[in-house]
C-alpha cells in the first residue's frame, strides 16, 4: 500500500509543534521572571548605588526615587530609610549653618550694644562744639566723621546695605585718617558710581580692606603714599582691589599673611600689635558664612613697591534683600 508521507509523519509534525510552543512559553516566562526580579531587586540596588556615589562626591539632594510596585518589597523599606537619613543629614547641616550665622549676629549685636549710642553721639556733638569753641575746626571734622562711620556701622541692624553706604562709610574713616597722616597719604576712588548705585555689599566690608594699607603700608616709608580703592562689576561677581605704593613685604612675611586671611592667628603665634592678616581673615570669614566663597580674599606685595588685595562677592541688587537688610532665601 502506498501511504501519504504527511501521513506518516503528522504525529512527529505535531510532537515538534508542541515542543516550540513549550519552549516559547518557557523563554517568555524566563524573560518575564528576570524582568520582575530585575525590577525588584537590580534596578533598586542600582539606583541606590549610584545615589550613594553622588553623596560621596557632595551632592546631598540625591534622593532615591520610590516606586509604588517596590511597595511590599524590602528594598523599598531600604529606599526609604536611605532617603530618610538624608533628609535627616541635610536638615542637622542646615541647622548647624543658621546656629552659626545666629552666632555671628549675636556676637555683632553684642559689640554693637557695649556702646550707648546716644552718649556717643553727644559726647561727639560736645567735641565739635568745644573744638570749634577752642578754634580748631579739624578737630571737630575728624570727631563728625567718627559719628558719621558709627552711625551707618550700625545700619539699622542690617547685614546687607547699599554699597553706597559702605562707600560713605569708608570716607569718614578716610577723613580721620587725612586729619592723622595729612599730605604723606591720598586716597583715590576709582570706581563707576553709577554701576555702585545698582549695587549691595556686606557691612563693614570695605573699611577694613583699606585700613591695612593706612596701618602698615605707611611703615617706614620715606615718600608719599598712594591707596586706590576700584570697584567693578564683571561676570556676576564684584571686584574690589585695593592697592597702594606703600613699603609692601617680604614674601616670607606675605605667605605668613596668607595663612592667617584663611585660618586666623593660631593661638600660639605671638600676639604682635601690628598683624595685617586679621582684618582681611574677618573679611574672608564673613563672605564664606553668607555667600559660601573659598578664597575670596587675595593678597600680592612686593617689599619696597606696595600691596595689592583683591576680594570678590557675588553681585547683590535691591532685589536680592528683604526689608531686614538680610539676603533672601534663593542668594543664601
Known sequence: MVVPETQVTASVDTLYLKFFIILLVSVGTSALLITYLYRSFM??????????????????????????????????????????????INTHIIEGLKADRKKKELELEVLMSQINP???????????????????????????????????????????????????????????????????????????????????????????????????????????MTVRLSIRKRDGWVWIRVIDNGCGMEKERLEQVRSQIKEGRK?????????????????????RLYFGIEDAVSIYSKKGMGTLVVVKIPVITKEDVDENGNLKEKQK
Request: glycine share 6%; charged share 25%; net charge negative.
Open 267 to 287: 593661638n600660639t603665634e605671638e600676639k604682635a600689635p601690628r598683624s595685617t592678616g586679621i582684618g582681611l581673615h574677618s573679611a574672608q570669614m564673613r563672605i
Open 118 to 224: 546716644h552718649f556717643l553721639y553727644n559726647t561727639l556733638e560736645n567735641i565739635v562744639w568745644k573744638s570749634n569753641e577752642a578754634g580748631r575746626p579739624d578737630i571737630g571734622r575728624m570727631a563728625a566723621s567718627l559719628g558719621r562711620m558709627y552711625r551707618l556701622s550700625i545700619s539699622g541692624g542690617q547685614v546687607i546695605v547699599p554699597m553706597e553706604h559702605e562707600i560713605e562709610h569708608l570716607m569718614a574713616y578716610v577723613k580721620i585718617q587725612k586729619n592723622r597722616y595729612g599730605d604723606s597719604v591720598e586716597f583715590e576712588l576709582q570706581t563707576d558710581m553709577a554701576q555702585v548705585h545698582e549695587l549691595h555689599s556686606l557691612k563693614i566690608l570695605l573699611q577694613p580692606i583699606v585700613e591695612n594699607s593706612f596701618l602698615y603700608g605707611t611703615e617706614g616709608l620715606e615718600r608719599p
Open 43 to 88: 534596578e533598586p540596588i542600582n539606583k541606590l548605588n549610584i545615589s550613594m556615589k553622588e553623596v560621596y562626591n557632595g551632592n546631598l539632594d540625591a534622593y532615591v526615587e520610590l516606586k509604588e510596585y517596590l511597595r511590599r518589597n524590602e528594598i523599598y523599606d531600604m529606599m526609604v530609610y536611605y532617603n530618610s537619613m538624608l533628609k535627616r
